[in-house]
């Protein structure tokens, strides 16, 4: 291990020199000549540089444009390879454990790729294998980003607002969930378990796990037909009504989140499916989940209390209690730096708001007091960008703050067996509603001027 710690040192220390030189002297070019970096380094980069394609707002645009390409071109290990890793996990040949295995893969990504497959009882399924050795080489890549990340602290005053050291630490974790797949498979489950527990088991779904065939290196679940989220076009040529189904989604995330503390990490228009042959929202890959304890559960509730209240000071004081590792902090120039923010955003309709511009300016400038958002709390940030994208395509006049159904959960008898303090909940959306009124007034008033 040692060894190949130090040739893939050599390596890295090769690719960063030679891009590094280009990237001092051509200013223009540098988004490209960092995406060509992280290909050349492999599929740990090449994650990373999945996660900036699919964070717009929260990186540069730039950036993120330039990282797309990594999105779809991640070539595929051989199906030989493929074979070998399932017969090593299973103790069997292939044909033993599948009736069919699909040669072609229906997605291949930095961590793993995915075929089609059929059991012997005759149902359909898609197994997910892990590439070749690739934890050894993500271990490897984490050291010499540890490293880099230490020294862009000690000598950028930008990389410590940034948190250099705290993102590689919140890439590592998420990365190293996702090369377990038993874990996966048990978010999936714990998932559909919370589904049933409130009666949604019907209309939201992740797959099924077939635990024999599973491991921590494969993971076999059932298969899903329908289309992407962004798919909108495909299912309404069908007759599907999308703002319907787009709600369900919707309110299936929120009460994922709110009443367990858990949330699908990632839900990028290929993990979030219409089923229109069951009439059903699928979400698949739970390699990325989110998780709140009952404390970071409440301090949400405070968030979007005060923030409907427009109580700046009071929302100064949570975004503190959400952080624990804060330097000293002005905490009237925060509540007005925060009232700046958060103000013209209640001036506008709601449903006139872009998401994609306002998240990445309010957590500017919560950096620029030196405050660095917990992890849970930027993956939230993450799932509004997604769905913000979503509802201007499949339900334009979807209003996500007054749509009732999105949140009406919480007045249910298990949101109080879940914790949910229910007088807090009632204060939240009679102010909710206050503030909507109120917008609605104004409104009509500069109408009929």
């Known amino acids: 291990m040692f060894f190949k710690v130090i040739l893939r040192a050599f390596s890295v220390a090769w690719i960063a020199f030679t891009h590094g030189s280009k990237w001092l002297f051509q200013k223009k070019q540098r988004p490209v000549i960092v995406r060509q970096a992280f290909e050349q380094l492999g599929p740990t980069y090449l994650k990373l540089g999945q996660i900036i394609a699919s964070s717009p707002g929260l990186f540069p645009e730039d950036y993120c444009q330039e990282f797309e390409k990594c ?25 033993e454990v599948f009736a069919s295995l699909e040669p072609e893969p229906i997605a291949a990504a930095s961590i793993a790729q995915v075929h089609g497959a059929r059991l012997h009882d005759g149902s359909d399924v898609v197994i997910k294998v892990q590439r070749p050795k690739i934890a050894d080489r993500v271990d490897a890549d984490l050291f010499f980003m540890r490293i880099g990340a230490w020294w862009a602290e000690l000598l950028f005053y930008d990389m410590r607002l940034a948190n250099a050291k705290g993102v590689v630490a919140d890439f590592s974790q998420t990365i190293h969930e996702e090369l377990d797949f038993v874990v996966e498979g048990k978010n999936m489950d714990e998932f559909n378990e919370i589904m049933k527990r409130h009666g949604n088991n019907h209309l939201v779904v992740a797959p099924i796990v077939y635990w024999d065939t599973t491991s921590t290196r494969l993971l076999t679940m059932e298969r899903f037909y329908g289309f992407k ?106 509540a007005k730096d925060m009232e700046s923010a958060y103000k013209p955003l209640l001036e506008q309709q709601i449903s006139d708001i872009n998401y994609s511009e306002m998240l990445p300016k309010i957590m500017s400038m919560v950096r620029k007091h030196g405050i ?61 509603q206050q503030a909507i009124a109120q917008q609605q007034t104004a409104t009509s008033g500069m109408d009929g001027n």
């Open 71 to 95: 999105l779809d071109q991640v070539p595929p290990f051989p199906f030989e390879e493929v074979k070998q890793i399932v017969e090593q996990e299973m103790g069997k040949p292939a044909s």
């Open 229 to 334: 989220a962004d798919d909108v076009e495909s299912a309404r040529a069908l007759g599907h009504d999308t703002e319907k189904w787009l709600r369900v989604g919707m309110r299936a995330w929120n009460m994922s989140m709110m009443l367990h503390g858990f949330f699908h990490g990632d839900v990028h228009a290929g993990n979030l499916m219409f089923l229109p042959d069951r009439e059903q929202i699928g979400l698949i890959d739970f390699g990325i989940i989110g998780r709140f304890d009952d404390r970071q559960r409440m301090l949400v509730m405070r968030y979007i209390l005060s923030f409907s209240t427009q109580n700046y000071m009071e929302l100064a004081k949570v975004t503190l209690d959400m952080n624990a590792n804060v330097g000293h902090v002005d905490i009237d120039v925060l």
């Open 372 to 432: 660095r958002q917990p992890r849970e709390f930027v993956l939230i940030i993450k799932q509004l960008l997604y769905f913000d994208r979503y509802a201007k395509l499949a339900a334009p006049n979807l209003n996500v703050f007054a749509d009732m159904y999105l949140v009406d959960f919480l007045f249910q008898p298990s949101a109080a067996e879940c914790g949910i303090d229910m007088a807090q909940v009632g204060k939240l959306m009679m102010t909710v």
